[in-house]
């Protein structure tokens, strides 16, 4: 049979993988001029690629580390000791070791250990996220960890990933961090990345696609899915208008046994032709806010920071964190080159996202100079920005009411996407799980292809 693809991130290229092993043939669509979704590349010059967002691997990120050897590339991922800061009080803390909690100062000394214990009861404990569904991050950790660390530590931390919503975030999304960000060794945090970037790995996906008679199409967003699964596409550059698919010039449909869409659910609404999908399930999707990733990638030419990673625990700081690639990566890796991210999550509207790189530089200046007083402009020898609009699901409580089923109502057609990432959050490892569940569930639907 003949099955459209939807979005050529992660889930999408796996579950085209899957489908196309299973005997059918798959035509995957990419809006970006790439591939890999939030885990796309760019050229950065002298031969280089590097995210547009930051990745990282943990070791408990088993699904994706066995992508890899299934495709014959267990070479590929390396594991690097991380280190990781927080920023309070005008000062970057390690904030890595039991020690290190031990001296963290803006906590008074009984409140650390109270938290030590707290955090050590979740990642030990049993797992269960039902109860951390039903309460807040707040309630929660004021009534377990103390006020003080709520006030210090994860009340900075939630308010700059969440803004105003930080309030109704579910505890499961704060024990779900803390649960995963541990792997065997807890004396030492190792994180992984792959030795050329994603890019190998995403090449590959589409090579298999492809031998199997599919086709893998970048620069080529859907604008228009019709009930007997006519996809009508976008025209190449279309991406330049923006997210909002009804915005593209389109190209000749093509008609499909079934349809497996990878998009964020607005954007799924928008494409999708009246009558398609009943308003209960549409109004389901809709339930579910996202905050907009926006990511300033700075070529700096010295180090910024001692550390890979550094949480931002200061309210006047117009970021949520500064990610130090070539500090987990060696800048020999660049030809000595040195990569900065500065990472923020914001509500749909705010005025940051409006800003030319430059701009925005501008704007992150003075909190750059609070971290390392002697930054300057002249450091800067290249800019980059993205944004990411449904780059972040707001995990409130009774989130999993609101999870729209991957089985939409409308038979062959399947849904998977970020917000049915749960309890666990969003990123690679997981996007390869829903893959492989997604095709799957689409499988279940058709009949067995011919051998």
Request: glycine content about 8%.
């Amino acid at each position: 049979m003949r099955i459209a693809v939807l979005g050529a991130g992660v889930t999408g290229l796996v579950a085209g993988l899957r489908l196309t092993q299973a005997g059918h043939t798959v035509d995957v669509y990419e809006r970006w001029p790439g591939l890999g979704g939030q885990a796309a590349t760019i050229d950065i010059g002298g031969g280089h690629l590097l995210e547009r967002y930051y990745h990282h691997l943990f070791s408990t990120d088993r699904h994706i580390a066995a992508l890899y050897d299934e495709l014959g590339m267990p070479d590929e991922l390396e594991w690097l000791s991380s280190s990781v800061a927080y920023f309070a009080d005008g000062k970057q803390w390690p904030f890595v070791t039991p020690m290190d909690l031990l001296r963290f100062k803006p906590l008074p000394p009984l409140a650390r250990i109270r938290l030590g214990m707290a955090v050590l009861g979740i990642q030990r404990g049993p797992g269960a996220p039902g109860p951390f569904e039903r309460v807040t991050a707040r309630t929660w950790i004021e009534r377990y960890m103390g006020k003080d660390a709520y006030r210090a530590l994860w009340g900075p931390l939630l308010r700059g990933k969440f803004g105003e919503r930080a309030d109704d975030v579910a505890m499961v999304w704060l024990q779900n961090k803390l649960r995963l960000r541990r792997g065997d060794d807890a004396a030492e945090e190792k994180l992984g990345y792959p030795k050329r970037s994603w890019e190998p790995l995403f090449h590959e996906l589409q090579a298999r696609i492809e031998a199997g008679g599919g086709n893998v199409f970048i620069d080529r967003p859907i604008a228009k899915l019709s009930a007997d699964f006519t996809v009508t596409p976008g025209a190449p550059s279309s991406f330049r208008k923006g997210h909002d698919p009804r915005e593209f010039e389109t190209l000749e449909p093509t008609r499909y046994d079934a349809v497996l869409a990878t998009l964020p659910n607005d954007v799924f609404e928008q494409v999708l032709e009246p009558g398609v999908l009943p308003e209960a399930y549409l109004a389901k999707a809709r339930s579910i806010e996202y905050f907009t990733a926006l990511c300033l990638l700075l070529e700096v030419d010295r180090r910024f920071s001692p550390y890979y990673w550094t949480n931002i625990g200061d309210d006047d700081l117009p970021f949520v964190g500064l990610i130090e690639h070539t500090n987990l990566i060696p800048p020999e890796r660049y030809d000595g080159r040195r990569f900065l991210y500065v990472a923020n999550y914001l509500p749909a509207g705010h005025e940051l996202l409006d800003l030319a790189p430059e701009d925005l530089l501008a704007r992150y200046t003075p909190g750059l100079k609070a971290i390392n007083p002697g930054f300057d402009r002249s450091w800067v020898k290249q800019i980059w920005s993205h944004r990411e609009p449904a780059a972040q699901p707001i995990v409130t409580v009774g989130y999993r009411e609101k999870i729209p089923a991957m089985k939409t109502p409308r038979r062959g057609l399947v849904l998977a996407n970020t917000t049915q990432i749960f309890p666990e959050d969003r990123g690679t490892n997981y996007a390869v799980r829903e893959g492989d569940e997604a095709a799957r569930a689409l499988l279940e639907w058709l009949p067995d292809a011919p051998k």
